[in-house]
Nanobody
Protein backbone atom coordinates (compact mmCIF):
# COMPACT_ATOMS: atom_id res chain seq x y z
CA UNK A 1 0.00 0.00 0.00
CA UNK A 2 1.20 3.51 -0.81
CA UNK A 3 0.23 6.37 1.47
CA UNK A 4 -0.05 10.01 0.45
CA UNK A 5 -0.36 12.63 3.17
CA UNK A 6 -1.61 16.14 2.51
CA UNK A 7 -3.23 19.12 4.19
CA UNK A 8 -0.39 20.71 6.08
CA UNK A 9 0.26 24.42 6.07
CA UNK A 10 0.83 27.57 8.06
CA UNK A 11 -1.82 28.59 10.55
CA UNK A 12 -2.07 30.95 13.49
CA UNK A 13 -2.41 29.65 17.02
CA UNK A 14 -6.00 28.69 17.69
CA UNK A 15 -6.60 27.80 14.07
CA UNK A 16 -7.45 24.49 12.44
CA UNK A 17 -6.12 22.18 9.78
CA UNK A 18 -7.26 18.83 8.45
CA UNK A 19 -4.67 16.35 7.31
CA UNK A 20 -5.54 13.56 4.90
CA UNK A 21 -3.78 10.27 4.24
CA UNK A 22 -4.95 8.52 1.10
CA UNK A 23 -4.01 4.92 0.45
CA UNK A 24 -3.56 3.26 -2.91
CA UNK A 25 -2.58 -0.20 -4.01
CA UNK A 26 -4.99 -2.04 -1.77
CA UNK A 27 -7.65 -1.29 0.79
CA UNK A 28 -6.30 -0.61 4.23
CA UNK A 29 -9.60 -0.70 6.12
CA UNK A 30 -8.33 -3.46 8.40
CA UNK A 31 -4.92 -1.90 9.02
CA UNK A 32 -3.96 -0.06 12.12
CA UNK A 33 -3.37 3.50 10.92
CA UNK A 34 -1.59 6.22 12.82
CA UNK A 35 -0.28 9.74 12.67
CA UNK A 36 3.17 10.59 13.97
CA UNK A 37 4.99 13.91 14.06
CA UNK A 38 8.60 14.93 14.22
CA UNK A 39 10.56 18.12 14.77
CA UNK A 40 14.26 18.56 14.01
CA UNK A 41 16.49 16.95 16.57
CA UNK A 42 13.68 15.07 18.27
CA UNK A 43 12.36 11.55 18.05
CA UNK A 44 9.23 10.81 16.11
CA UNK A 45 6.21 11.25 18.36
CA UNK A 46 2.97 9.29 18.28
CA UNK A 47 -0.08 11.51 17.79
CA UNK A 48 -3.12 9.31 17.13
CA UNK A 49 -4.14 5.89 15.86
CA UNK A 50 -7.11 3.79 14.88
CA UNK A 51 -6.45 0.20 15.84
CA UNK A 52 -7.31 -2.29 13.10
CA UNK A 53 -10.83 -1.85 11.70
CA UNK A 54 -12.40 0.40 14.30
CA UNK A 55 -10.57 0.38 17.63
CA UNK A 56 -10.18 3.77 19.24
CA UNK A 57 -9.09 6.35 18.13
CA UNK A 58 -6.26 6.68 20.61
CA UNK A 59 -4.43 9.95 21.19
CA UNK A 60 -1.35 11.25 22.89
CA UNK A 61 -2.40 13.28 25.92
CA UNK A 62 -1.19 16.59 24.50
CA UNK A 63 -3.75 16.53 21.65
CA UNK A 64 -6.76 15.03 23.42
CA UNK A 65 -9.80 17.25 23.03
CA UNK A 66 -8.21 19.14 20.14
CA UNK A 67 -7.44 16.51 17.48
CA UNK A 68 -9.84 13.99 15.98
CA UNK A 69 -8.78 11.06 13.84
CA UNK A 70 -11.24 9.34 11.53
CA UNK A 71 -11.27 7.00 8.57
CA UNK A 72 -13.43 6.80 5.45
CA UNK A 73 -13.15 3.29 4.11
CA UNK A 74 -15.06 4.15 0.95
CA UNK A 75 -12.34 6.64 0.09
CA UNK A 76 -9.51 4.53 1.55
CA UNK A 77 -8.47 7.63 3.46
CA UNK A 78 -7.84 8.61 7.06
CA UNK A 79 -8.03 12.13 8.44
CA UNK A 80 -6.64 14.11 11.32
CA UNK A 81 -8.75 17.12 12.19
CA UNK A 82 -6.61 19.47 14.25
CA UNK A 83 -8.34 22.28 16.14
CA UNK A 84 -7.06 24.89 18.58
CA UNK A 85 -3.57 24.45 17.20
CA UNK A 86 -0.64 25.56 19.34
CA UNK A 87 2.91 26.51 18.37
CA UNK A 88 4.13 23.29 19.98
CA UNK A 89 2.11 21.34 17.40
CA UNK A 90 4.53 22.55 14.74
CA UNK A 91 6.11 19.48 13.14
CA UNK A 92 6.23 17.28 10.08
CA UNK A 93 3.24 14.96 10.30
CA UNK A 94 3.36 11.50 8.73
CA UNK A 95 0.77 8.78 8.41
CA UNK A 96 1.59 5.12 8.80
CA UNK A 97 -0.16 1.79 8.41
CA UNK A 98 0.46 -1.73 9.56
CA UNK A 99 -1.44 -5.00 9.70
CA UNK A 100 0.18 -6.91 12.52
CA UNK A 101 0.32 -4.49 15.40
CA UNK A 102 -1.01 -5.36 18.80
CA UNK A 103 -2.80 -2.71 20.83
CA UNK A 104 0.07 -2.18 23.25
CA UNK A 105 2.40 -1.31 20.38
CA UNK A 106 0.40 1.25 18.42
CA UNK A 107 2.34 4.20 19.81
CA UNK A 108 5.65 2.81 18.59
CA UNK A 109 6.69 3.62 15.04
CA UNK A 110 8.64 0.39 14.61
CA UNK A 111 5.51 -1.71 14.07
CA UNK A 112 4.25 0.20 11.05
CA UNK A 113 5.29 -1.15 7.67
CA UNK A 114 4.03 1.57 5.36
CA UNK A 115 4.66 5.30 5.65
CA UNK A 116 3.50 8.32 3.74
CA UNK A 117 5.71 11.28 3.09
CA UNK A 118 5.44 13.96 5.72
CA UNK A 119 3.41 17.12 5.53
CA UNK A 120 4.61 20.24 7.33
CA UNK A 121 2.37 21.87 9.90
CA UNK A 122 3.52 25.24 11.19
CA UNK A 123 1.62 27.09 13.90
CA UNK A 124 2.59 30.69 14.50
CA UNK A 125 2.07 32.40 17.84
Amino acid sequence: VQLQASGGGLVQAGGSLRLSCAASGRTFSRDTVAWFRQTPGKDREFVAAIFRANGGPYYVDSVKGRFTMSRDNAKNTVYLQMNDLKPEDTAVYSCAAGRNLILSSITKSVGYTHWGQGTQVTVSS
